[in-house]
């Protein structure tokens, strides 16, 4: 397994698309009068990496979360590619919005844009979540199947594979998987697919 201080100073892959004019067009419909709103799906509810003001599970419907999105840098390398979660579309997903004070709204998307979109590869949108206190219109990273970072369908034996192999700037692809799944249930989430996914791929 490949050393995590090499790869944190590891180049990054070109970008897919140039993040910001998608980073400008968010600001603009975000409006600047009233606080954010953030859909979190997998590591933004267990490791956000900006303050949270509020916290709720949510539902999205016509979405769901999906390990099927290659990572060449964080939880893998260009020579073994590891794993993330996407948004895709169909479904329902169930997650927690994060609420993001207005006046820390500008930093916090410069954040989110150094820490999602460096590569340009997730389509943000803004998505009706339900929650236990009402709506709310909250922004999500989601992925096209016409990505070129779209896994397609994977057999068991591959996720097992990267499981056991796949490393990056962040750790492993089974960390990650891990993390997921115990920040999910810390809300009381269940994902069943996820956990099939994780019994599987013990020795």
């Known amino acids: ?22 980073l400008e067009a968010t600001r603009e419909a975000w409006g600047g009068k009233a606080d954010l709103w953030v859909f979190g799906y997998a ?21 769901h ?3 099927k999105m290659w990572s060449r840098v964080n939880r893998g390398t260009p020579a073994c ?13 169930q997650g927690v919005v994060l609420r993001v004070p207005k006046l ?8 989110l844009w150094h820490r999602e979109m460096v590569t340009g590869v997730y389509d943000p949108k803004w998505l009706h979540c339900a929650t236990g206190a009402g709506p709310v219109r909250a922004l999500a990273f989601t992925l096209s199947r016409k990505s070129p970072n779209y896994t397609g369908e994977l057999p068991e034996a591959q996720y097992r594979q990267i499981f056991s ?23 009381g989430i269940h994902d069943h697919a996820l956990e099939r996914l994780l019994a599987n791929a013990a020795p």
């Open 81 to 93: 590619p590891g794993l993330v979660f996407a948004l895709l579309s169909g479904g329902a997903c």
């Open 165 to 187: 192999d796949a490393c990056g700037r962040y750790g492993t692809t089974l960390d990650y998987a891990r993390q997921t799944f115990l920040g999910l249930k810390e809300h």
């Open 65 to 67: 979360r999906a390990l």
């Open 1 to 22: 397994m490949t050393a995590l201080p090499a790869l944190l100073h590891a180049p990054l892959p070109p970008p897919v698309r140039d993040p910001a004019p998608m």
């Open 104 to 111: 820390d709204v500008h930093d916090v998307l410069q954040k």
């Open 43 to 63: 590591s933004l509810i267990w490791r956000p990496d900006f303050d949270v003001a509020e916290h709720r599970i949510a539902k999205v419907h016509g979405w």
